[in-house]
């Protein structure tokens, strides 16, 4: 069994939302696919509707397949300080043409303002390592982790595209979606995320240079949060560029377009282009661009978020427990 989804950007490329279908008859909702996180919440009817503000609700009480998850609550709080929690039914959940019967869906019943203030996103479908998600008092599987058994392959791959529809793709690998080979890295889930290590980075057309950078392919995360050696060695290459504490990161003029970014997988190379670095005009006279790199102080690892993983065709292999990064 496989299937596929369309996942479209939302403006800047924040994030990309992908549509699932829950319940019976099917409630048609608008997601976040994170590989950086593990629950599958949504904004439900249980909400106060000042909480509300455009998005799309899941109405249990409306799907006839739906049970309530006896004494099961959920709370999550994510690495930009936004957050949600509620309660947990299980119902049936399509995404493509691919079905789980009975999979958790946690419904919100408080979501924060970020949350609130992003009317197209209706909540978030985790693709992380089932042992970070956050149902008590027993952990519930991800969407994956209950259908990859029954795929022709224990993978799905990330297909991220610059302001146009891409692709997740779930059981297989398309070889029609990116060129060249593959460049495989072993992954460490042993914190629930897609972590790997680079070897090591360059700039524009420079000479690489070995630096482990140790993080995590993340979906969900919109830019590319690295080593601040790392970030400050790019951004010297840059005329003009600072670090911009109003900001909160580096700020360069948007013209001309800044050098690449390179970055090691294994024995193969990312490409991050430099118009992808120019991330955002930070003033309405569009001359200073807010870096598509940035620092990930304080994270405690590196973030290879939607700015890195758009460049790419990247798999998540659950089976081999690696990573597969691929041109397109
Ligand atoms: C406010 O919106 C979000 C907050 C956090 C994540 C997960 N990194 C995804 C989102 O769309």
């Known amino acids: 069994d496989f299937g596929s989804v369309s996942t479209d950007p939302e403006k800047h490329d924040v994030e990309y939302l992908t549509p699932i279908s829950i319940g019976t008859p099917p409630q048609d909702l608008i997601v976040d696919f994170d590989t950086g996180s593990s629950d599958l919440w949504v ?3 249980e909400m106060a509707a000042s909480d509300i503000k455009g998005q799309t609700v899941y109405d249990p009480s409306n799907s006839s397949t739906s ?5 099961s609550t959920w709370e999550i709080t994510y690495g930009d300080g936004s957050s949600s929690s509620g309660d947990v039914y299980i119902d049936t959940v399509t995404i493509g043409n691919l079905t789980v019967p009975n ?5 919100a019943k408080k979501v924060s303002s970020e949350f609130t203030e992003d009317p197209n996103n209706d909540g978030l479908l985790g693709l992380g390592f089932t042992s970070i998600n956050t149902v008590q008092p027993t952990p519930q599987n991800t969407f994956f982790d209950n259908i990859k058994e029954s795929l022709d392959a224990r993978l799905f791959t990330a297909d991220l595209k610059h302001g146009a529809p891409g692709s997740y793709n779930f059981g297989y690998i398309d070889p029609a979606a990116y060129i060249g080979n593959i460049s495989w890295t072993p992954v460490d889930n042993s914190q629930g995320f ?8 360059a700039v524009g057309t420079g000479a690489f240079r070995n630096h482990s950078m140790t993080g995590i392919a993340d979906t969900g995360t919109t830019l590319l949060l690295l080593p601040k050696s790392v970030v400050s060695a790019y951004y010297k290459e840059i005329q003009g560029a600072e670090y911009d504490s ?7 003029p948007c013209s001309p377009t800044p050098p690449d970014f390179v970055f090691g997988v294994n024995n193969g190379i990312v490409t991050v282009p430099g118009d992808m670095v120019s991330y955002a005009p930070v003033d309405t006279a569009n001359q200073n661009c807010f870096g598509g790199i940035q620092r990930d102080t304080g994270i405690g690892f590196s973030i290879f978020g939607d700015v890195a993983l758009k460049t790419s065709f990247v798999v998540f292999d659950a089976g081999g427990l ?7």
């Not at 109003?246 to 360069?252: A, T």
């Not at 690696?322 to 397109?328: E, S």
Request: proline share 3%; no cysteine.
């Open 43 to 45: 904004f439900s009817t």
């Open 67 to 71: 049970q309530i998850l006896q004494g």
């Open 103 to 107: 999979q958790a869906v946690e419904a």
């Open 194 to 201: 897609w972590g790997f290590t680079s070897p090591g980075y």
């Open 246 to 252: 109003d900001q909160g990161g580096y700020v360069f």
């Open 322 to 328: 690696q990573l597969g990064w691929a041109a397109k």
